[in-house]
């Protein structure tokens, strides 16, 4: 097997997740922190042009692991070797940063926090069926009538988003966080601050340089003390902070069930744009994430009462006792 396909976080020697469940807690904080992410947003595009932002958020949760990195002597923190795992780095940050940073940020232009929020949040309903052709989670029935009560939902939910610019953005963000958790257990030999680190600052780079193309020179960008606080805790606490916890948790659990806890994210971005940006759902609007949050939390409750196997990404055979369904 190769280094970087190695779970050194927890799970069985060989790579595989077995059949933990994600720890609901960590679950929790990271459902909180990326809920919060869309007003974050809608504040600091009033000082800076959305690629741009979205160019410093990566870059500066980047510099935050960096320096994490350089400060911590853990025992074991290697850097990946080999041009395979650098390859992998790369598609990850083109598009678990680059792609899903930039998709997000435009997509909250073009429909309602709510909206976004519910659209770029599917992962649960998108990972199903890569996860099963690539780690062996077969998704059972309940898991395969979510996903059709999801999908059924996203189509109203896109209908009334300002024209579906909005809606196809998010969706596209949503698609970069799926491959992103699916890269996440081929990299999981890879230290996760290096990771990160790596990930961010390459991610962000490229988004600076498309920024640049679009938008012109950073020089557009106000940095005032609002921008400045809210680019920090977007950076921090919207960013660096759960993508460790979310890592974390891809290489030790099924991909299904870390990914089923999304279904929160929503939910707490829906209440803070109703609350705190004064948003108006329609009823077609309202319907539309009620029947996706339900759809997700039939993933969830499935996830949390049978039982899975993850086989082993590059072919080998689980442990003893492990066996696939």
């Given at each position: ?310 086989l082993p990404p590059t072919g080998e055979s689980p442990h003893p006792g492990n066996g696939g369904q």
């Open positions: 097997m190769s280094h970087y396909s190695r779970d050194t976080h927890g799970g069985s020697a060989d790579g595989t997740a077995g059949e933990l469940a994600a720890r609901p807690l960590r679950m929790v904080v990271i459902a909180l922190a990326w809920g919060s992410c869309f007003v974050l947003i809608m504040w600091g595009m009033r000082d800076a042009p959305l690629l741009w932002f979205a160019a410093l958020r990566a870059l500066a949760a980047g510099a935050a692991l960096l320096a994490a990195t350089v400060l911590s002597r853990s025992a074991g923190r290697r850097f990946p070797r080999g041009g395979g795992a650098w390859a992998l780095i790369t598609v990850l940050a083109l598009t678990n940063v680059t792609l899903t940073f930039g998709a997000m940020f435009a997509s909250v232009t073009g429909a309602t926090t709510g909206v976004a929020a519910v659209l770029s949040n599917s992962t649960p309903l998108l990972v199903v069926l890569p996860a099963w052709w690539l780690y062996g989670e077969r998704p059972r029935v309940a898991v395969s009538v979510g996903v059709a009560m999801g999908f059924g939902g996203l189509l109203l939910v896109a209908a009334p988003s300002g024209g579906g610019r909005g809606a196809a953005l998010a969706l596209v963000a949503a698609l970069g966080v799926t491959t992103g958790a699916l890269l996440a257990r081929r990299l999981s030999g890879v230290d996760l601050l290096m990771l990160g680190a790596g990930q961010f600052l390459l991610g962000g780079a490229v988004l600076a340089l498309i920024a640049l193309l679009i938008d012109g020179p950073p020089t557009t960008v106000t940095w005032s003390v609002r921008f400045t606080v809210i680019l920090a805790v977007l950076a921090l606490a919207g960013t660096a902070l759960p993508y460790l916890l979310w890592f974390s948790e891809l290489r030790r659990a099924t991909l299904t069930s870390v990914t089923a806890w999304t279904l929160l994210v929503p939910v707490i971005s829906v209440v803070l744009g109703a609350t705190v940006l004064r948003e108006r759902l329609t009823l077609l609007d309202g319907l539309g994430d009620a029947i996706v949050l339900a759809a997700l939390a039939v993933v969830a409750h499935a996830n949390r009462t049978g039982r899975q196997t993850i």
